[in-house]
């Protein structure tokens, strides 16, 4: 999924407005203007449209997690150069502070992201959702394909916003 894409739907599920969705980015001390937004909010075809970077999305996901859970102490969370689906996955997953009762370590305890996918109508099982938020050199990693993003987020937008059609 393209950046812009994931942004538009975070957007949604959370009924951000402009003011918000600034205030993000100013949480990852990124600024950020509403015409800049705008651009990057609009869909694909139409000609205003401007593609978020890498850089800045990570920014803004680096902002939801600042303003959701608070800055931590000492070292800033890095700013990916490349964003893959996985580091979004894992991004948000920290921002929405979707996590069981610290189980295993190892494990994503992610009973509220199993939770918010299966809302989807889409199955997957805690195992093959922990591969996607493991290092990659780890061998038990698996690459997020859009199809779970998608998927995760349309069932996120369920839970949250009660809703399974609307804008995305």
């Not at 402009?18 to 075809?45: C, G, N, P």
């Not at 069981?100 to 994503?108: F, G, K, S, T, Y």
Request: charged fraction near 25%; charge should be neutral; proline fraction near 2%.
């Amino acid at each position: 999924m393209i950046n812009n894409d994931v942004m538009r739907r975070v957007r949604y599920i959370f009924d951000f407005n402009d003011a918000k969705m600034i205030e993000i980015f100013a949480q990852a001390d990124y600024s950020a203007t509403v015409a800049q937004l705008h651009t990057w909010l609009r869909k694909e075809d139409d000609p205003a449209f401007v593609a978020i970077t890498d850089i800045q999305f990570s920014l803004f996901l680096n902002g939801l997690i600042n303003l959701n859970r608070g800055k931590r102490e000492g070292v800033e969370a890095p700013v990916e150069r490349r964003l893959t689906n996985n580091m979004i996955f894992m991004k948000l997953k920290i921002a929405l502070n979707m996590q069981a009762e610290a189980v295993l370590e190892a494990m994503v305890q992610a009973e509220a992201v199993l939770e918010a996918m299966d809302l989807s109508g889409f199955k997957i099982s805690k195992h093959e959702l922990s591969a996607f938020f493991r290092k990659p050199e780890n061998r038990q990693y698996r690459a997020c394909n859009d199809q779970i993003m998608r998927n995760f987020l349309k069932g996120l937008q369920i839970k949250i916003r009660g809703e399974s059609g609307g804008e995305e």
